[in-house]
């Protein structure tokens, strides 16, 4: 069974930094593109980064791509954001997505507030 478990959100500072973890079963995460995408509160869900498999190339929306690091461990099979000089604009549900089997995790909260 494929399935995707996101965990490492909280409530956090301006400024402050966050990694999410998003493990992985039933597949292997550098088998497939990895993503992931945010819902802020009464928006609709957005791609934030993205990790192709097809030469291990990235992809980041514009507002994170100086902020936001992806990176996969193949030997834990999880995927990691890590979330630098956090805005409040950032808070937001944050879920990601195996991109070939068209899955997604429960999410995790990521709150930026002071």
């Known amino acids: 069974q494929v399935q995707l478990v996101e965990s490492g959100g909280g409530l956090v500072h301006p400024g402050g930094s966050l990694t999410l973890s998003c493990a992985a079963s039933g597949f292997t995460v550098s088998s497939t593109d990895m993503s992931w995408y945010r819902q802020p509160p009464g928006k609709e869900r957005e791609l934030v980064a993205l990790?192709?498999?097809?030469?291990?190339?990235?992809m980041f929306i514009e507002s994170v791509k100086d902020r936001f690091r992806i990176s996969r461990d193949n030997v834990k099979n999880t995927v990691y954001l890590q979330m630098n000089s956090l805005k409040p604009e950032d808070t937001a549900m944050y879920y990601c997505?195996?991109?070939?089997?068209?899955?997604w995790g429960q999410g995790t909260q990521v709150t930026v507030s002071s």
């Open positions: 990790f192709s498999t097809v030469g291990g190339g990235f």
């Open positions: 997505k195996a991109s070939f089997y068209n899955t």
